[in-house]
């Protein structure tokens, strides 16, 4: 057994554990995938351990070795791309999970079966492309397909022309391989993660240093055999991706916490906090712009008796679907938020008049008049409305929210008279 490897086996073991653990909590859907992969970086390093075992088991653990992390590198791509659950992007995923490990273990355990190699490095280059190609013709296309593609291509050109030059043409081949797979891996996590963070640099930079290290070191044998580089230094990269990917995890459940600081956990609007921010900065763009600035408070009607007969499931879906329907109507520089149980604020900001902000009032109280279905259910529920415009009803956020809502309950009596009226004739 070569116990030189148990090291860096158990530090990417212990790695993949803290990563697992990080991913349980997170809600990436890339993190399983992830998980995976670095599950079969830690079968490369345990194979390896196996490497100088005697006749054929050596030679097994070694073919295995490679192919895990070949597995783990087109895992770590696929998890990137966002059209994954289409059934292409699944023939896609096994044509290159299939081709490389043909390709690795006939290089590792035959590298002079000059036939079978030539086949399996077409093979390479083609299948990916036959897949690209039959999905063109259905009228799908994507910029990370035909990165896969061309890499594919090119890859398979080059294994033609150096996997039977001289004595290290089949360790060249092997390292374009791995070459191409991590190389993959780089610009697959740039396109998904193209963000100024820490997790998505380190994780880039350490693919593309993971990637690197199958043209340095050839080269290094080549002209520097004196040189010599221990394999923790080639192993690093493989840490720093690690570390970049816990950091992603991370960033993400930090910004998934600050947006529920910030939003409504059932509809995904802003919630009162934001709303007050927003209404803050509004009034002090209108007040530098000499501008206009109007609120729009939205009370639902009869939701208590939704949530009475049709339950409380149906009265958050409603609440969903109204939210969605106010976000329609408004301009996206305008903000909706949900500040209640069945309460909404609108802000409406320059260029608005009162006359734009009660034809926008209007519209949305005839809007929730129509039924609304939500899972089988015909859900009728009416609202009422208060607008208030700075600097006409009030100057502050505080005295605007007031003049808002005396205006919602004056409309809420007004709309009570008409039904009694109605009722009595």
Known sequence: MDWTTLPDLCAVALLTCAFGSVARRGLMREARLWL???????????????????????????????????????????????????RSSRWMLVALLATNTLYISLVSTVPRLGWALTTAAVLLGAAPMAVGFATLRRGFSHPLRWVMVVLSAGLMVFLLAVQQRGPNGADLALDGVIFTIYFGCCIHFWYAFRRATAGSFVTIAGFLAWAAVFVVSPVMDAYFPGVHVDNEVWNLPKYVVAVGMILLLLEQQVEHNRHLALHDELTGLPNRRL????????????????????????????????????????????????????????????????????????????????????????????????????????????????????????????????????????????????LAEHATD
């Not at 351990?49 to 070949?70: C, N, V």
């Open 275 to 418: 709303f007050h921010d927003r209404i803050a900065g509004a009034l002090e763009r209108a007040r530098r712009n000499g501008t206009r600035t109007a609120l729009l408070l939205i009370d639902l009607d009869r939701f208590k008796d939704v949530n009475d007969t049709v339950g409380h499931h149906i009265g958050d879906l409603l609440l969903q679907r109204v939210g969605n329907l106010f976000l329609s109507r408004v301009r996206r520089s305008d903000t909706v938020a949900r500040t209640g149980g069945d309460e909404f604020c609108i802000i409406l900001e320059d260029p608005t008049s009162r006359t734009d902000a009660e034809g926008v009032g209007q519209a949305l109280i005839r809007m929730l008049e129509e039924p609304i279905e939500v899972e089988n259910h015909s859900v009728a529920v009416g609202a009422s409305v208060g607008i208030a415009i700075y600097p006409d009803d009030a100057e502050t956020a505080e005295t605007l929210r007031i003049a808002a809502d005396r205006s919602m309950y004056a409309d809420k009596n007004t709309s009570r008279g008409r």
């Open 36 to 86: 995976i992969g670095w599950l079969a970086i830690v079968l490369h390093f345990a194979a390896f351990l196996f490497d100088g075992a005697p006749r054929a088991w050596g030679g097994l653990a070694s073919t295995i070795g490679l192919d895990a992390l070949g597995w783990g590198g087109v895992l770590f791509m696929w998890a990137c791309v966002p059209y994954r659950r289409r």
